[in-house]
């Protein structure tokens, strides 16, 4: 069955920093992937999407995600994060082949320090 | 509309009672879905509709819960004899493009069974 797995519920990095976000999926074939993010009070906005091609993919805000066949993975990435990035984030993904379902994962909660 | 919109945005209920929540997708989007919010959890899918029919029903709950769409456009999540543990953020999202395009969220209907 088709799963994601986020596997840090919490990250803490200080404004600035680096942040690498964990997504694995499980998945029959190759997927599509996303990254939405939601704020307080505010709707799940698409960040990023992989459906095919170059496996690094910009997104808005400065974050990129990477594709990795071989680790079944899609970390999300930015090299310097601002204190308006804290909010959860979530992986999803969905069928490459046929239109059906979007799954998510449960979500991993980003804390800036200043 | 501009986006997809929800109603209501909360809504209070006593256990045993009748809800029924609305969603407005945008114009155009053949696919509507509807998924489920815990608190501290990612959006669980409940049912996904292409058109006026139910693609993929696979994540409601219990026959307790029924959705319909009958034009094609509104959609509306119906729950009969509620529970405390229906209580949750029920998020509506729509697609022009099924499984494979981006998901425009709605704000959420905030549920609270009493």
């Known amino acids: 069955a088709q799963s994601v797995t986020q596997p840090d519920i919490h990250i803490t990095v200080s404004e600035g920093a680096s942040l690498e976000l964990r997504c694995n999926y499980s998945?029959?074939?190759?997927?599509?992937l996303f990254w939405y993010v939601q704020s307080p009070g505010q709707g799940l906005q698409l960040l990023l999407k992989?459906?095919?091609?170059?496996?690094l993919v910009q997104g808005i805000k400065g974050f990129e995600a990477e594709f990795k066949r071989s680790q079944s993975s899609f970390n999300l990435r930015k090299p310097s994060v601002h204190w308006s990035d804290a909010a959860e984030y979530f992986c999803?993904?969905?069928?490459?082949?046929?239109?059906?379902?979007?799954?998510f994962g449960k979500g991993t909660r980003l804390h800036i320090l200043p | 509309g501009a986006g997809v919109s929800q109603t209501p945005s909360n809504k209070v209920t006593e256990k045993g009672k009748y809800v029924e929540l609305r969603c407005d997708p945008i114009s155009g989007h053949t696919a509507l879905y509807w998924y489920r919010q815990s608190l501290g959890q990612g959006p669980e899918f409940l049912i996904y509709?292409?058109?006026?029919?139910?693609?993929?029903d696979s994540g409601l709950p219990n026959d307790r819960f029924f959705a319909v769409r009958p034009e094609g456009s509104v959609s509306t999540l119906k729950i009969q004899r509620t529970e405390r543990g229906d209580s949750a953020v029920y998020l509506c999202?729509?697609?022009?493009?099924?499984?494979?395009?981006?998901?425009?969220f709605g704000e959420g209907s905030r549920l609270t069974v009493l």
């Open positions: 999202a729509s697609s022009s493009l099924g499984g494979t395009g981006e998901l425009f």
């Open positions: 509709f292409q058109g006026t029919g139910a693609a993929d």
């Open positions: 999803a993904v969905g069928p490459m082949d046929r239109d059906d379902k979007i799954i």
């Open positions: 992989y459906f095919s091609g170059d496996t």
């Open positions: 998945y029959g074939a190759t997927p599509y």
